[in-house]
């Protein structure tokens, strides 16, 4: 069983930034892509950034390319979401997850993805 932990939440106002992390226990993190969601209530949950497994590729959602960056550190099992010039429409539970099957790009797509976080808040004020 992985576990995913994402920490680095918070309140932050418009214009400012914050970073988040995502955990991951086991010894296999090298091998999966990682992606990061965001959900509102009522609404579905959205794709913001993915990355491959080795970290040569990402993905960005159009909402956030120029502000956000996605990275990641193999050797600590954790992913990274830095998280620049943020509106008050970032604002979200924001989610990292596990895209199923070795060695894969990044997915937008959460069904593609078997392993959730419990959800950090980021709220932007105005």
């Known amino acids: 069983q992985v576990q995913l932990v994402e920490s680095g939440g918070g309140t932050v106002q418009a214009g400012g930034s914050l970073r988040l992390s995502c955990a991951a226990s086991g010894r296999t993190f090298g091998l999966y892509a990682m992606g990061w969601f965001r959900q509102v209530p009522g609404k579905e949950r959205e794709f913001v950034a993915a990355?491959?497994?080795?970290?040569?590729?990402?993905n960005l959602a159009n909402s956030v390319k120029g502000r956000f960056t996605i990275s990641r550190d193999n050797a600590k099992n954790t992913v990274f979401l830095q998280m620049n010039s943020l509106k008050p429409e970032d604002t979200a539970v924001y989610y990292c997850a596990r895209q199923m099957g070795i060695f894969n790009s990044g997915s937008v797509d959460a069904g593609h993805y078997d392993y959730w976080g419990q959800g950090t808040q980021v709220t932007v004020s105005s």
């Open positions: 990355i491959s497994h080795n970290g040569g590729t990402t």
